[in-house]
């Protein structure tokens, strides 16, 4: 039997312990790898080339949203299941947007995390019964409120996201330039380019809009 190849990546050791514990049950199942940020997971990704990633959204350095752009840029075919804590409207409309096959409550049963990889892994969409449900009560014009902040997040490379994260989790370009590997004066360039597209110049303003676009949230740490 081959096995369905999986990749967990979430920035809480005891989640990655959980899942890993949960698919080792199943015969069809192998994890072939973790990951706690989204920086790690593309580079895993590439690395391991999974059948099914297993993705946190809010982690550091690198959101899993971001993370699951950069993989589908590199594979088309890749394909992401959202495990998140929290499922509000606009979580969900960002993480389809980002090519996500699916999105999972972390609240949910073993049962339907294990018949998630599969339906995924076959190519289908799968998210939790009540996120379901609440998708087909959705009105056209719900959903684009929802939306809010996603129309300026697509205008912003890569790079400029993962600027705007670093920015958000407070770090100062001298760090950020160090983080990604870039001179301090490309890391002033891109945080300019930022403040630009996004009409915010100031950090706190930055660090509102990346929590009110899903980009990190305001609980989250750099260390577990």
């Given amino acids: ?8 990546v979430d920035d809480h050791t005891i989640v990655r312990e959980g899942l890993r514990t949960l698919i080792k049950l199943e015969d069809d199942f192998e994890v072939v790898g ?17 059948d099914v990633v297993l993705m946190d959204i809010a982690m550091p350095l690198l959101n899993g949203l971001e993370a699951t752009r950069q993989m589908l840029k ?6 992401v299941l959202i495990l998140s804590a929290h499922s509000d409207d606009a979580k969900v409309k960002n993480a389809t947007e980002s090519g996500a096959r699916g999105f999972l409550l972390k609240q949910s ?21 009540s996120i ?9 014009s719900a959903t684009k409120r929802a939306g809010g902040s996603s129309e300026k997040i697509t205008s912003l490379t890569t790079r400029q996201v993962e600027v705007l994260q670093l920015i958000a989790e407070g770090k100062a370009n001298k760090e950020i330039a ?7 004066k490309t890391a002033e360039k891109h945080r300019e380019h930022v403040m630009q597209k996004l009409d915010i110049h100031d950090t706190a303003g930055l660090t509102r809009y990346a929590i009110s676009a899903g980009i990190i ?3 989250v740490q750099v260390d577990h």
């Fill in 34 to 50: 973790e990951a706690r940020t989204g920086r790690e997971a593309v580079v895993q990704y590439k690395n391991l080339q999974p």
């Fill in 217 to 219: 949230e305001s609980s």
């Fill in 1 to 8: 039997m081959k096995r369905i190849k999986v990749l967990v």
């Fill in 132 to 140: 379901a449900r609440r998708q087909e009560r959705i009105r056209p």
């Fill in 74 to 79: 590199a594979n088309p075919a890749a394909k």
């Fill in 178 to 184: 160090a983080e990604l590997g870039i001179v301090l």
């Fill in 109 to 129: 049963s073993a049962r339907d995390v294990c018949l998630a990889i599969r339906e995924v892994h076959q190519g289908k969409q799968f998210f939790s019964p």
